[in-house]
């Protein structure tokens, strides 16, 4: 017997629009020879202010589980894109940050990415993309008091 669902399917509207999105970005990232992952791991460390994080600290921020983010880790660390050192009052702790390459990274992609953001802002308006940020804003407060 087929059950019919009183709602659609968020969860999977929000992975198309991810995919949606990702689209507009992938061809610049493939440009720069740079997977989704690594973006992720040198958007979250540029906007750090520390300038350094814990792996578990970027696991979280950048949605990648630990077993993968190790191997992303450790590519990024032979490519030059991170450094990983031990924190100075806590020597078991092991801090990850940009190297210079990437920070020159971030300043040749940064442009190309907010003009697609800007394309974006264009087909929604600043109010609609707004709207959607504030729902997603809440979306995932909700799923932190969970």
């Not at 493939?30 to 040198?42: D, N, V």
């Not at 990648?64 to 190790?70: D, W």
């Not at 907010?114 to 087909?123: A, G, H, K, P």
Request: charged content about 30%; glycine content about 6%.
């Amino acid at each position: 017997m087929n059950r019919t669902l009183d709602h659609r399917n968020l969860a999977m509207l929000l992975l198309e629009a991810r995919e949606t999105l990702m689209g507009l970005f992938r061809p610049i990232l493939k440009e720069f020879a740079l997977t989704e992952q690594q973006w992720r791991i040198i958007r979250v460390l540029d906007g750090e202010p520390a300038q350094a994080l814990e792996a578990g600290q970027i696991a979280r921020r950048c949605c990648i589980l630990s077993p993968s983010l190790t191997g992303v880790l450790e590519r990024m660390e032979r490519d030059g894109l991170i450094t990983r050192t031990r924190a100075q009052e806590d020597q078991r702790r092991l801090l990850v940050s940009l190297t210079p390459q990437s920070r020159k990274l971030v300043t040749e992609i940064g442009p190309r990415i907010d003009e697609q953001y800007r394309q974006l802002e264009s087909r929604f308006g600043q109010d609609g993309l707004e709207d959607i940020y504030r729902a997603l804003d809440r979306l995932i407060e909700l799923g932190g008091n969970t």
